[in-house]
């Protein structure tokens, strides 16, 4: 029961923060829930994920690249610097964000987004990023895992992120409009990792075929 509440007021804050995305058939569908939406905060382009920090604030994504802090009372931030350049476009931005089961002591966060190749913004893939949150800024980012293939598909880039209880960081990857990839392990399409080790650039990974 915890759990099925849980999930609706998750559901209600995105539909919030979508504002104007919000149709009328999600609308009906969370009516008949018992919920009803409350406008959290105005102003968002394309909001993707939302994380809640220990003081109950939200670090929330835009596609287009920003990152921002929303206030309790629905105060919007100016967007977080030291983010690493994200390529936008079709399906593909700045995607999912989780704070750091130690996030009180070490303050890390991390993110995945839709990385451009070094010398051709056209060609991304997606990528796995960590960071420190001080203040109103991201210090120490890095890339901890990266697709190494990357395309001009401009769908399914994913991506979750998803803390187990042992610590691991598991990530869930699109297929890159390439569905045959998935049942192959010697590609990074359409795949469930777990990352074990959060500290190197790229990390050791395992794939975790469904």
């Known amino acids: 029961m915890l759990r099925r509440r849980m999930t609706y007021l998750v559901a209600g804050l995105m539909v919030a923060l979508l504002g104007a995305w919000a149709t009328p058939k ?48 629905g105060t919007l931030g100016e967007p977080l610097a030291g983010l690493l350049p994200v390529a936008e476009g079709g399906e593909g931005g700045l995607l999912d964000v989780a704070i750091d089961p130690e996030f009180a002591t070490n303050r890390l966060i991390y993110w995945t ?75 990074a399409h359409g795949k469930i990792l777990r990352i074990t080790n959060k500290v190197n650039t790229i990390p050791t990974t395992k794939h975790i075929n469904r």
């Open 26 to 73: 999600v609308l009906v569908r969370l009516e008949m829930q018992g919920l009803h939406a409350v406008t959290v905060a105005k102003g968002l382009e394309f909001p993707w994920s939302i994380a809640f920090l220990p003081d109950q604030t939200m670090l929330v994504t835009e596609r287009p690249g920003r990152m921002r802090i929303i206030q309790d009372d």
């Open 113 to 187: 987004f839709s990385e451009p190749a070094p010398d051709k913004r056209e060609l991304r893939s997606t990528a796995v990023a960590r960071g420190r949150l001080v203040d109103n800024r991201i210090v120490d980012a890095r890339v901890i895992f990266r697709q190494p293939e990357k395309s001009t598909e401009e769908s399914h880039f994913g991506s979750r992120l998803l803390f187990g209880r042992d610590g691991s960081l598991y990530v869930g990857l699109g297929d890159r409009g390439r569905r045959h990839d998935a049942q192959r392990l010697d590609a």
